[in-house]
């Protein structure tokens, strides 16, 4: 009894999330094959990307004339850029994979289809043991077109702000009573959004599964099944069915990363419960985690992924340019100081620098420097270069360290904390078992782009190096030439392309050396140019005892050497030979 009362404290569920409910109606739908479908029919129309913009972002209640208000009521003003939304590219991103999601997981799970209905009286622990068939079905004959994705990134960027605004344009419960004359009385569940249990056990997530359904839909279930000591095998199935009898379309697990290998028989039978509820129920499920998750997800998870056509999105930092101009622009707008503080150049260079394009760290740091200048900043109340670094050095110590890692950019140092950035090995792992188009956002995308042109980069070097020294070129030329090649073909990948190119590098450069210095080249038997080396120190030749530039064979010898030395030689008169010709 004891065990049972602490369990029941531990795993008790806290809803971060409650959407609205109401009762069906049914749209018209443009799509042919999501017709006929109550479950589709009843949800809100397919947004297009100005409606999430305008509905995504959240923008405190600003005028400027609030600024002549009292410091008080300004400070509370303040407080509301704790809130705030920007609506970024990787918000409407996670909006269409949601709404493509949701639609296509419902298209196989119409609740008049005779293969749904048989479902329920199979029972779902054999579905789920029997798995699915050559042709993709289930024992039911119910083909599963559930897909899932991942949200990975950095924390503090707004992923499960994203994935919570698009949810909340959708109604979380809809309750359906008569479709088409008949009676279709059931509450159909659109969403469901669960943390990840504090001890990452399949178990812990059982029981939150059981109370939050229960929160939202008015049920009992938890009662009924969860409590009564239930092992996991016994709880796997109920929550299968129940996804299946509320029509759950989309089942979101935040904080992914606290997934332990050691609990309840750890992460990865997790993910292969995730797995079959896509594959063989046709329940959507959605992963969200810091990079801390991307090594688990690398495992059986990403089986269930590579059907999907989603694709998952990484959202890192932003880049300090174009992405982080804008973001903090919009920013900037919302200031209730009594003097209005114009973003320079400096301060914008300075925010990035103090928050390394972290979204949360930038709005929690420009509402506290705000709130500074108003209660200890003099009558112009101004925003500068120096209140914002006080502030920061003031107010933000904790994440001081790890903004430190950051700036510095040092990768080792990031390797050491695995929440600021996954290693190159793991990234490149999680891209290339993700067989759709993995969507990177922010810094990580440079990353990778510049990580991935290296790794090519190398390895072609050496392969092109290798080729141009065996048609006849130096080391050195080689080098040189094979830097050209690629530098001029980036997004060549083909090592036949980039050998063409380089033997007409190497025909340039032989046709080159003929024009410039002919007596410098020579042919080689295949017809490549081999330059000669130049000598450093001029060969001398051998000359004839008699030949004058014998006298100054020697290095040391001076002027009036070369007169005696001459003279000695017989090649200059002496006076006595002068004399005889003197007539």
């Known amino acids: 009894?004891?065990?049972?009362?602490?369990?029941?404290?531990?795993?008790?569920?806290?809803?971060?999330?409650?959407?609205?409910?109401?009762?069906?109606?049914?749209?018209?739908?443009?799509i042919s094959s999501y017709k006929d479908n109550p479950f589709i029919e009843a949800l809100p129309p397919i947004f297009e990307e100005e409606h999430v913009a305008i509905h995504v972002g959240k923008y405190p209640d600003y005028n400027e004339e609030q600024r002549k208000l009292g410091s008080q009521t300004r400070l509370h003003l303040v407080q509301q850029i704790c809130d705030y939304v920007e609506p970024l590219p990787s918000h409407l991103l996670v909006e269409q994979r949601l709404s493509r999601l949701m639609r296509h997981g419902y298209k196989a799970r119409n609740p008049f289809f005779p293969e749904t209905i048989r479902q329920f009286h199979i029972g779902f622990k054999e579905i789920l043991n029997a798995g699915v068939g050559m042709d993709d079905a289930n024992i039911a004959g119910v083909r599963s077109t559930a897909t899932g994705f991942a949200i990975l990134g950095v924390s503090g960027q707004g992923k499960t702000t994203a994935i919570e605004s698009s949810l909340l344009l959708y109604p979380q419960v809809i309750h359906h009573s008569v479709y088409n004359g008949q009676p279709f009385i059931r509450k159909q569940l659109v969403w469901l959004k669960l943390n990840c249990p504090f001890d990452g056990s399949l178990r812990g997530l059982c029981l939150n599964f059981f109370q939050a359904v229960d929160s939202h839909l008015a049920t009992d279930y938890f009662r009924k099944f969860a409590s009564k000591g239930s092992s996991v095998d016994i709880l796997i199935p109920i929550m299968a069915h129940i996804s299946?009898?509320?029509?759950?379309?989309?089942?979101?697990?935040?904080?992914?990363?606290?997934?332990s290998f050691m609990k309840?028989?750890?992460?990865?039978?997790?993910?292969?419960?995730?797995?079959?509820?896509?594959?063989?129920?046709?329940?959507?499920?959605i992963l969200i985690g810091t990079f801390k998750a991307m090594k688990l997800l690398s495992g059986s998870f990403s089986q269930a992924r590579r059907s999907t056509g989603q694709g998952d999105l990484i959202m890192d930092r932003l880049t300090d340019g174009e992405e982080w101009d804008y973001f903090i622009e919009r920013l900037w707008r919302f200031q209730w100081t009594s003097n209005p503080t114009k973003l320079s150049e400096p301060i914008k260079?300075?925010?990035?620098?103090?928050?390394?394009?972290?979204?949360?760290?930038?709005?929690k740091l420009y509402m506290l420097s705000q709130w500074e200048v108003i209660m200890y900043g003099d009558e112009k109340e101004r925003i500068t270069v120096s209140v914002l670094k006080d502030v920061a050095n003031r107010h933000m110590r904790l994440i001081q360290p790890l903004?430190?890692?950051?700036?510095?950019?040092?990768?080792s140092a990031m390797m050491l904390i695995d929440d600021l950035r996954p290693t190159w090995d793991t990234l490149d792992e999680f891209l290339q078992k993700a067989t759709e188009k993995v969507c990177l956002q922010g810094e990580i995308r440079t990353l990778e782009k510049r990580n991935d042109k290296t790794a090519i980069n190398q390895e072609m070097f050496l392969e092109l190096v290798k080729t141009a020294i065996d048609f006849g070129a130096t080391a050195d030329v080689s080098e040189v030439i094979t830097e050209r090649v690629l530098q001029r073909n980036e997004s060549e990948k083909s090592i036949v392309t980039l050998r063409k190119e380089l033997?007409?590098?190497?025909?340039?450069?032989?046709?080159?050396?003929?024009i410039v210095n002919p007596d410098v080249t020579m042919k080689t038997s295949s017809g490549t140019a081999t330059k000669s080396r130049k000598s450093t120190k001029k060969e001398?030749?051998?000359?004839e005892v008699d030949d004058l530039r014998n006298v100054t064979k020697s290095?040391?010898?001076?002027?009036?050497?070369?007169?005696?030395?001459?003279?000695?030689?017989?090649?200059?008169?002496?006076?006595?030979?002068?004399?005889?010709l003197i007539i």
């Open 244 to 259: 299946t009898l509320h029509g759950l379309g989309a089942l979101v697990i935040d904080e992914i990363q606290n997934l």
């Open 540 to 543: 001398q030749p051998i000359l």
């Open 1 to 30: 009894m004891t065990k049972k009362v602490n369990e029941d404290f531990m795993y008790h569920y806290t809803p971060s999330l409650i959407g609205k409910q109401e009762e069906a109606k049914y749209k018209p739908q443009v």
């Open 503 to 514: 033997l007409k590098e190497l025909e340039l450069q032989e046709t080159a050396s003929d």
């Open 349 to 363: 260079k300075t925010m990035y620098e103090l928050s390394q394009g972290i979204v949360d760290i930038a709005v």
């Open 403 to 411: 903004l430190k890692v950051l700036k510095r950019n040092d990768p």
């Open 555 to 580: 290095t040391n010898i001076k002027g009036e050497e070369v007169y005696e030395k001459l003279v000695e030689q017989g090649i200059v008169p002496s006076e006595e030979d002068l004399s005889k």
């Open 264 to 285: 309840s028989g750890g992460a990865e039978r997790m993910l292969n419960y995730f797995t079959q509820l896509i594959n063989t129920i046709g329940v959507p499920v």
